[in-house]
């Protein structure tokens, strides 16, 4: 018995592309020709990795075919998954990453799992030891089907050249529908020997897969019902609104019901940073007023979210007050860790859509009392440091950045401080312009990612916002970027710590830094002028604008090393396991007793 | 919250490699428990059919059929409700030196609706197939006579009694 086909049959054929031109069909060719033909098919202009041996047929391929298709060579497989993460996440395409077996494969681990917490639409090819081979503890093999079973949404271990064509089918359908994620096939060397005649596949059937898209019509009318009656109401939004290009439904739903809004930090940027109804982004290091408009709310509705441990703070304090509406593709994030009132499992585009037909031209409700209330907390609480004028401060070096590039181009960060001063002042205009490894919070990313960014085809430059930390657990990659003369600026926000790991050794380990100071530092200079690349550094606020607005001015890639204050904090702060109203404010700024706890 | 209770749950899904490895990794994997699994064919061709038994609280079934769910090749997920028609099998074999504990044993089978599988002249090997509480009872009566060995099955579960066993068709899942 199979399903009604129409219902699982891959909506599209193309990786976000126009026509493809038909493959060579029934012609007999290796399985190294049967992949890239595959992939060639799914609109694949562009993939990042590293050969080996148990893949050398396919690179023996992509030489041939290296008319039709593109291949970057990064310098460690790390690179390549995360290169493709920046891609997929700066075009919404599928990212497409090759590598070989065994550690070319076990290096790759980090990148599915980062895809799959940040739902990432990648495919990931692995060569694999010959199936003879398999299981004898051959040189170079692993089990990677099974070391990627729990980190990837699903994966393969192709064992016929016939299977090549429909698995790679069935892998960008999955990587890219419902919620998106990492797909894995593993293929062994004989397989891409061996002949087949090439046979794509025009559509995907698997009728135990059918992710839903459109919302519960019901559910959506009391949804709107409720979002209209009550007064304190406010639009928590995540990675699932960019995911799904929802950007403009998102503003009119906000306009017709007169929503303030609160991005994640994987929503930053599908919705206008600097509108009124922006309260900024909430959460661990988000705004104050985000977090107690989450504390004081009558109603949250959460739309591409998932009531993250980082969101929502202590979850038995966790607005006890307030009924939740919970809009996610994903059934599984609904009433995972918050309990919601009406759960619509649905496209966050699709559902939003159907939201606003059920509004019609109703008019919007006032919420004069609530507006009063938000406006003064965003005048009395806002973003604020204290500023020094011999030392660089890392808020400054990140106004200055906003102000320099107004958030028009592609920003992706590592993982630390520098991330979350970077979400809380850069003014990313579209949710693509921000990539960071949200979920994982994999140091490492932001190089890589900067690379995939920079070749989805902008034209501007690609930010990469680092720490000297982060900066060097993938610092290989600068290799990549000269080779392939990447637009890709370098800024380091140099404190000479792992900062945020020092923040809290320095609040809540009575100040035992352990393991965070870097006493040997590189000269980040010198290694951009070794890797041919441009290095600059402001050790003062007086260079600061200069050394950026250089950096910008230099063609390729370029390293701005920024020296700041070793010791900031970032803040405002919930602190682990602590409510929304509990957060800290920065205390050279706001003296203790001001925000008023309840 | 409400309290850990025992929960069987039958997945219906496509027998290929490393299908039961994700359904069997999601719970370790997401802390959840399994008292017991049971795999086998079914009457479609191709597909299997998952019998596991695990304790959790509601909030916790209802996170564990989603995530089974969930796993791309799952066609079907069944929460069956309490008192839910189930069978399992023990094997037990049982010290038996003398006319009396023949006797023991003899009773205890016509009792229960056990077996005598096969016997020796020290022991006697028997079989029941019935629920786990009965599984459990029987165990405890043959207890003073001496076990010297136990196999037992995980249990199989069916639809309510009258209900429609036939469940292995690919409806759409939850």
């Known amino acids: 018995m199979t399903a009604n086909p129409s219902k699982t049959t891959s909506p599209d054929t193309t990786n976000g592309k126009g026509a493809i031109a038909p493959g060579p069909e029934g012609e007999v060719m290796r399985g190294a020709r049967v992949l890239v033909e595959s992939l060639l098919q799914e609109g694949v202009e562009l993939m990042f990795g590293y050969p080996g041996g148990a893949i050398l047929h396919v690179y023996d391929e992509l030489h041939l075919q290296s008319e039709r298709i593109n291949h970057v060579l990064v310098r460690h497989e790390q690179g390549a998954v995360h290169a493709a993460e920046g891609y997929a996440q700066a075009t919404g395409k599928v990212g497409v990453c090759l590598v070989t077996s065994g550690p070319g494969a076990t290096n790759v681990v980090t990148g599915l799992a980062n895809a799959l917490s940040d739902s990432t639409p990648i495919v990931v090819i692995t060569g694999q030891v010959l199936t003879t081979a398999i299981g004898n503890d051959a040189f170079q093999e692993a089990d990677v089907v099974g070391i990627t079973r729990p980190c990837t949404k699903y994966n393969y271990l192709v064992k016929r050249v016939e299977d090549i064509a429909p698995t790679i089918k069935e892998a960008f359908y999955l990587a890219r529908t419902g919620r998106p994620g990492p797909v894995l096939v593993d293929l062994p060397k004989d397989i891409t020997a061996a002949e087949c005649a090439f046979h794509y596949p025009e559509s995907v059937s698997i009728p135990s897969y059918k992710p839903t898209v459109r919302g519960h019509t019901r559910q959506v009318k009391k949804a709107v019902e409720l979002m209209r009656s009550t007064e304190k109401t406010i639009l928590y939004v995540g990675g699932g609104v960019v995911a799904s290009g929802a950007n403009a439904e998102l503003k009119e739903l906000a306009d017709k019901l007169n929503l303030p809004v609160t991005p994640t930090l994987m929503g930053l940027g599908c919705y206008p940073p600097g509108h009124q109804q922006c309260l900024g982004m909430l959460g661990m290091h988000g705004t104050y007023a985000a977090n107690m408009s989450m504390a004081e709310a009558d109603l949250i509705v959460a739309i591409g979210s998932r009531f993250d441990d980082r969101v929502t703070g202590a979850i038995e304090n966790f607005a006890v007050n307030a009924k939740k509406i919970h809009v996610d593709i994903d059934p599984t994030s609904v009433n995972k860790s918050v309990a919601v009132d009406i759960p619509i499992v649905g496209d966050a585009k699709t559902v939003m859509q159907q939201m606003l037909d059920a509004i019609g031209d109703d008019p919007a409700p006032e919420r004069k009392e609530w507006w009063n209330t938000l406006t003064t907390w965003k005048r009395d609480f806002p973003l604020a440091y204290k500023d020094r004028s011999d030392t660089i401060m890392p808020q400054r070096l990140f106004e200055e950045l906003a102000d320099l590039t107004k958030g028009e181009y592609i920003c992706t960060t590592d993982v630390g401080q520098h991330q979350m001063w970077a979400a809380q002042y850069y003014p990313a205009d579209d949710g693509r312009k921000w990539i960071t490894s949200g979920g994982l919070g994999t140091m490492g990313f932001g190089l890589p990612a900067a690379m995939g960014a920079a070749l989805s085809g902008t034209k501007d430059p690609v930010i990469c916002v680092t720490g000297d930390g982060s900066f060097q657990m993938c610092i290989q990659e600068l290799a990549t970027c000269v080779h392939e003369d990447l637009n890709v600026k370098i800024i380091i926000m140099n404190n000479n710590f792992l900062g945020m790991v020092r923040q809290w050794q320095e609040l809540f380990y009575s100040r035992r830094y352990s393991s965070v100071g870097m006493k040997y530092f590189p000269d980040f200079a010198k290694i951009a002028e070794a890797y041919g690349a441009t290095g600059l550094r402001a050790e003062t606020p007086e260079e600061l604008r200069g050394v950026l607005e250089k950096g910008f001015d230099t063609p390729g890639t370029v390293i701005m090393d920024i020296i700041v204050t070793k010791e900031a904090n970032v803040y405002p702060m919930i602190p682990a396991g602590a409510a929304h109203y509990e957060l800290a404010m920065d205390p050279e700024v706001y003296p203790p007793t001001t925000p008023e706890s309840k | ?174």
């Open chain 2, 1 to 174: 919250m409400t309290e850990p209770t025992r929960h069987i749950v039958s997945i219906l899904v496509e027998d290929s490699p490393g299908e039961l490895a994700r359904i069997v990794g999601l719970f370790s994997g997401r802390g959840f428990n399994i008292d017991s699994l049971a795999v086998n064919r079914t009457t479609e061709p191709r597909m299997s059919r998952v019998v596991l038994v695990t304790r959790a609280d509601e909030k916790v079934i209802e996170q564990i059929t989603k995530q089974l769910n969930k796993l791309i090749r799952v066609h079907k997920v069944i929460q069956h409700p309490q008192g839910t028609l189930e069978r399992e099998l023990v094997v037990l074999t049982l010290r038996c030196q003398n006319a009396k504990s023949r006797e023991d044993i003899e009773r205890i089978c016509k009792l229960t609706g056990a077996r005598t599988i096969t016997y020796t002249a020290a022991d006697f090997t028997v079989e029941l197939t019935a629920n786990a509480a009965k599984v459990d009872d029987f165990i405890e009566l043959c207890r003073p006579l001496g076990i010297r060995q136990m196999v037992r099955s995980a249990p199989v579960a069916f639809g309510k009694p009258g209900e429609s066993a036939e469940s292995d068709t690919f409806e759409a899942t939850a």
